[in-house]
């Protein structure tokens, strides 16, 4: 360890076995103990000891954000559910009847929204290539099945159903082979997410294996990496054993001439600002990796204005780049964290509004859809009403990508399925938007 280099930490995560233990240490009252036990019953909990010690701030429990964002919390499930629960858990004659209504909740919970599991798992040769999604023509997702926990959990993970053990549920590759064979049959594809989960949560060795091969593939010139490491833990690439070997395995898809960009999932600006937040940040940078930062809006824990204003400033003197700002999806505990489009353009306008041009790279809110990535650009008055001003991003049919559209404007409205379409929207748009379209290879 070199003079001013912090201390190694060894890596400890808690879950719902260890919440007594946690509320001892913090002193977290009972009723808010009980509702975590209860709660992650059905839906994942996971945090480690940075984020129980660096990140949460206890004195402002239960309304801190941080807590909000790693804890569950009362009203994430209903209140009759939560009766439920309560009911069965307490009689351990009941444990069968508590295993068959925890899945029946969590089949009611939307496991796998915008139709990931339907429409982009690809087919090789009539069969699912396990671990890929391919929805847009040159990008596929890739989900190593080592790197499918993350360092903690969001209480409003999109891919919760990924954590509760159910392989039915769950993407996951074993290994590369199956890859590496679906982007020999599609050259098209010059982009691989690799994502979980959390890559960085393997081991050094083990990431190695999933991206060197990678490299033998000329096709392929980005290869990014989606991760909440540097907020959850930092320590991935700074005092870690193997936190060095990580950097060198990035420097060698660099100097392979590929575009290593590291997706960095940020919910609120207190994860860039630690000392061990911007150093890892440093060090990534100084790879030759380019860091990328996304989160989606969400209520109890960043929806308003200053929070996403400070978020993007503290991206940009880190020497990230702010680059999404997402609508949550309808998935898992949705009722609790999702915010009407509405106010979510009026919180990214706000927020956008006094940034200082770098880090205007940023876009959103963006609603990653069934048909692709759709942006609300605003909403416009007009003699026949007011309308959200609406634009594709990113779409299964390229076709579409950069189209305008519109739909009636509406304060509640919190999904692109919530909203009604100008009538004069064009057919080929309508019909996406509405029903989603696949790219060539892709499975419907
Ligand atoms: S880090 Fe990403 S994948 Fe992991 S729990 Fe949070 S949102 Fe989900």
Redesign the pocket.
Known sequence: MTAGQPAPTRFRAYGPRHIDEIAARHGLPDDIRETVRRISLVLPFRVNSYVLDELIDWADVPGDPMFQLTFPQRGMLSADDEERLAKLSADPADRLLLREAVQEIRARLNPHPSGQQELNVPTQDGARVPGLQHKYRETVLYFPGQGQT?H???T?????A??IGDADLRFAAPDPGGLLGYLGAHPEIHDVLVT???PMVMSTDRLRGHLEPLLDVETVRTIRIGT?SVA?WPQRYVTDPDADDALRLFERVVASGRQLAVMA?FSHPREVETDLARRALARIRATGAVVYCQAPLIAHVNDDARTWNALWRAELAAGAVPYYLFVERDTGPYDYFKVPLARAAEIFADAYRTLPGLARTVRGPVMSATPGKVVVDGVEDTPDGSYFRLRMLQARDPLLVGRPFRARYSATAAWLDDLELDPATPADLAAAVRAGTAPEGTAR
């Open positions: 993350c903690a959990y969001c409003y993970c999109f891919r919760w990924q954590f979980g989960g959390d909440k959850y999932h």
